[in-house]
């Protein structure tokens, strides 16, 4: 089967690139209340806060579809690897974008959360059904 052009294959990514970015340097991120504000203090799950939970889902959901664009049907162990690092690459950059704003912080926990939601998303289109 012929690969659809570039732009129809990154187009999601840069889609959800752009939110993840707005959601990291706007002021209140995504400006949604989550339920532990709601509740007076954190959400939390197993243990995680949600705020992990979330960069967790938006970074596993940036490395699959950068792998479904990027490594077609034929990945190799590098390609993966690559794709990993530029989605936890592209996390940092956001987090560092958050050092000079007085709303937001740049936070060790957030790039972890980032890099394990990449690898996992990238496992995740790895093992997809029907592969």
């Not at 995504?30 to 709601?38: E, K, Q």
């Not at 974008?97 to 990238?122: K, M, W």
């Amino acid at each position: 089967m012929q690969q659809a052009p570039a732009s129809r294959r990154y187009a999601p990514v840069a889609v959800i690139a752009v939110g993840l970015l707005v959601a990291g340097v706007l002021p209140g991120g995504t400006g949604l209340p989550l339920i532990g504000d709601l509740a007076g203090g954190e959400t939390v799950l197993l243990g995680i806060g949600l705020d992990a939970w979330l960069h967790a889902a938006g970074y596993a959901t940036l490395a699959a579809t950068l792998a479904r664009a990027r490594l077609g049907d034929q990945p190799t162990g590098r390609a993966l690897v690559v794709v990993i690092a530029a989605a936890t690459g592209y996390g940092l950059t956001i987090e560092l974008l958050q050092v000079p704003l007085a709303t937001r912080i740049f936070a060790l926990s957030d790039i972890v959360a980032n890099a394990i939601g990449a690898t996992l998303g990238t496992v995740a289109w790895l093992s997809r059904p029907g592969r």
